[in-house]
C-alpha cells in the first residue's frame, strides 16, 4: 500500500484537531500556545504535502515557501504571546485564562 | 517500502505526542512531549522530500520555540498547579471531533487531480534536494515572493521590540 496525499491530509487533520481541542480546553495560557503551535504544524503538513503531491515527477516550491512563512509568524507569535503572558504573570501573578477577564464585556 | 513504514511510525509518534501534549497535567512533561511532537513533524517533512524545511523545523520549532516555551513555564510559578481543563472542555471536544469528521470526510471524498506544474513555479524533480531551489524561489525576481519576505523580516523586528518593550521592567 503506497502512502498518497490522502495519507497526509488526515494526519494533518488529525493534528490540528488535537490542537483545537487544547487551545479550546485548557486553562493554562502556556498551553493555550503550545496546543497553537501543534495546529500550526499541521497546516504545515498540509502545504508540504501538496508540493509534493500535486504533481507528479516533481515537488512545487510554493508550498514549501508558504510554510517557511508560517514558521515565521508562529516564531513571531510565540515571542509575543509568551512576553504578554510574563507581563500578565508579573503584573496579576495568574496566567489562568478563566480568571483573566478584565476586558471581557 | 522504507517510506511507508516511516510514514506510519512518525505519524503515530506525532499524534500519541500531541494527545500528550493537551492530556497531561504536568505542563512541563507536556512542553518535552511538544518538542518529541516537532521532531516528528520533521520526519513527516523528510519523508515528504522536504529536507530544508525539516532542518529549519528542527533548528526553530524543536530549538528556539520550545526553549522559549520551557523558559515561559520556568518563570511562571502556575507549573505547580498544573494544566487542568477549563469548564468548556465537552463543547471543546465536540466541536473538535466535528473538525475531524469535516476534514476526514473531505480529504477521502475529494479526486485530487495530477495537475503539471506551470513553467512560472519554482520546482525540482522528485528526489533533488530542495535547499537551493527553495532559495531561488524565495529570492528571484520572477517569483514575487521578495516583497513578503521584507515584510517578514519587518514583521520579526515588530515582534522583537514588542516583546522587549512587553517585557521590560518599568
Known amino acids: 500500500m503506497s502512502i498518497g496525499i490522502t495519507h497526509y491530509l488526515i494526519l ?11 487551545a479550546l480546553a485548557k486553562r493554562n495560557a502556556v498551553g493555550i500556545l503550545m496546543c497553537i503551535e501543534i495546529m500550526l504544524n499541521a497546516v504545515n503538513i498540509t502545504l ?17 515557501i508558504f510554510a517557511i512563512f508560517v514558521m515565521v509568524v508562529a516564531a513571531a507569535e510565540a515571542a509575543v504571546g509568551l512576553a504578554i503572558i510574563l507581563a500578565l504573570y508579573r503584573s496579576r ?13 | ?51 530544508f524545511l525539516a ?55 475529494t479526486h485530487w487531480p495530477s495537475l503539471t506544474a506551470a513553467p512560472g513555479v519554482a ?4 528526489g533533488d534536494p530542495t535547499t537551493g531551489a527553495v532559495a531561488a524561489g524565495l529570492f528571484s525576481k520572477k517569483y514575487g515572493f521578495v516583497l513578503p519576505f521584507e515584510v517578514a523580516a519587518v514583521l520579526l523586528l515588530a515582534a522583537i521590540i514588542g516583546a522587549i518593550t512587553l517585557i521590560r521592567e518599568k
Open chain 1, 48 to 64: 508540504v504535502a501538496f508540493s509534493r503531491y500535486l504533481a507528479p515527477e516533481v515537488v512545487i516550491l510554493t508550498g514549501h
Open chain 1, 93 to 105: 501573578e495568574v496566567i489562568d485564562v478563566e480568571k483573566t477577564d478584565l476586558m471581557k464585556w
Open chain 2, 55 to 109: 532542518g529549519v523545523q528542527i533548528l526553530i520549532y524543536a530549538g528556539a520555540v520550545s526553549v522559549l516555551i520551557i523558559f515561559a513555564i520556568m518563570m511562571t510559578r502556575e507549573i505547580q498547579r498544573g494544566n487542568p481543563f477549563s469548564r468548556f472542555r465537552f463543547s471543546a471536544l465536540l466541536i473538535a471531533g466535528l473538525m475531524l469528521a469535516a476534514f476526514i470526510i473531505v480529504a477521502l471524498g
Open chain 1, 12 to 22: 494533518s487533520g488529525i493534528l490540528f484537531s488535537i490542537g483545537l481541542y487544547g
Open chain 2, 1 to 51: 517500502m522504507g517510506t511507508v513504514a516511516a510514514f506510519w511510525i512518525i505519524s503515530v509518534v506525532a499524534v500519541a505526542s500531541a494527545l500528550g501534549v493537551v492530556l497531561l497535567r504536568d505542563l512541563f512533561r507536556a512542553a518535552l512531549l511538544l518538542v518529541l511532537c516537532f521532531l516528528a513533524v520533521a520526519g513527516i517533512y523528510v519523508t515528504l522530500n522536504a529536507d
Open chain 2, 123 to 126: 520546482q525540482v524533480p522528485q
